[in-house]
């Protein structure tokens, strides 16, 4: 008689620190930061703020606060929803670059030098995004079982 086969035993992944780092980094910078700075703006009477600001700004920010959340719980699902929201704030912001030089002067255009190097900065921030969340070993982690169940 032959003794049976241990079954091999599959430890946890503990969640990566890129993990905590980059969704902390989005919760606050890419969510929290828009919401607060556009009801700061409200309060400005000077200022109007048209329904296309209201969607970009406040739901798109909302939404990546809310993936990043989920993310960071360990749910695939979130870490995809976290990296489509990232790439389409980063493929705005490089389109409101690209309107604000082709609609201004010469001489008005040191004032885009901030949308373009915010556009810059997304772009590199999704790259970091992109390379991290396709990683083999930060994969494994969303991908293991019982992971959002509880176990």
């Known amino acids: 008689m032959s003794e049976p086969a241990e079954s091999p035993v599959r430890r946890k ?8 780092f980059i969704t902390a980094l989005d919760l ?3 969510g929290l930061s828009p919401l607060i700075g556009f009801f700061l703006i409200l309060r400005n ?6 329904p296309d600001g209201l969607f970009l700004t406040v739901v ?4 990546i606060l809310a993936a ?13 929803l976290l990296l489509v929201l990232v790439t389409i704030r980063t493929l705005l ?6 309107a604000l030089l082709l609609t201004l002067n010469d001489a008005d255009r040191a004032q885009a030098a901030n949308p373009v190097f915010a556009a ?10 992109w390379w991290y969340f396709s990683r083999m ?10 992971l959002t169940e509880g176990a």
Do not use: C
């Open 68 to 80: 990043s959340i989920w993310a960071w719980t360990g749910d695939n699902f979130g870490r995809w």
């Open 45 to 50: 009477p000077e200022v109007r703020v048209s």
């Open 120 to 129: 810059i900065g997304g772009t590199i921030w999704m790259g970091i995004h």
């Open 60 to 63: 798109l920010a909302a939404m």
């Open 28 to 30: 606050i910078r890419l």
């Open 93 to 98: 912001l490089i389109a409101n670059a690209i």
């Open 13 to 20: 992944i503990e969640r990566p620190f890129g993990v905590h």
């Open 137 to 146: 070993e930060t994969i494994a982690y969303y991908k293991q079982p019982g």
